[in-house]
């Protein structure tokens, strides 16, 4: 089993940064890509980044290139998303989840474990 902690979420501004984070725990011997989706109301839910555990590549949606950044803390286990001019398009419940191939996909059914969630919000 592993547990995902997503945190880090909250309300926010129009340009304003966030940091979310997740802590991975439990069996992540067979982790090899963590990745972040987003879900926004009435919508599906999205690819937002991913990154390796091992060398740390990393590969993003269109929407976020340039203003998000994914990185990775070995030691803690735990998996970041700098999100900078941030937008109210950006509203959402932000879930990482871990990928035990070594293949950076985009496509949720790849990830077998998820977190709960944090929201985001984002305000004009």
């Known amino acids: 089993q592993v547990q995902l902690v997503e945190s880090g979420g909250g309300l926010v501004h129009t340009g304003d940064s966030l940091r979310l984070a997740c802590a991975a725990s439990?069996?992540?011997?067979?982790?090899?890509?963590m990745g972040w989706f987003r879900q926004a109301p009435g919508k599906e839910r999205e690819f937002v980044a991913a990154?390796?555990?091992?060398?740390?590549?990393?590969y993003y949606a269109d929407s976020v290139k340039g203003r998000f950044t994914i990185s990775r803390d070995n030691a803690k286990n735990t998996v970041y998303l700098q999100m900078n001019n941030l937008s109210p398009e950006d509203t959402a419940v932000y879930y990482c989840?871990?990928?035990?191939?070594?293949?950076?996909?985009?496509?949720?059914?790849?990830?077998?474990?998820w977190g709960q969630g944090t929201q985001v919000t984002v305000s004009s």
């Open positions: 989840a871990k990928d035990p191939s070594p293949i950076l996909h985009k496509s949720s059914s790849w990830y077998d474990y």
């Open positions: 439990g069996r992540t011997l067979s982790t090899a890509v």
């Open positions: 990154i390796k555990w091992s060398g740390g590549s990393t």
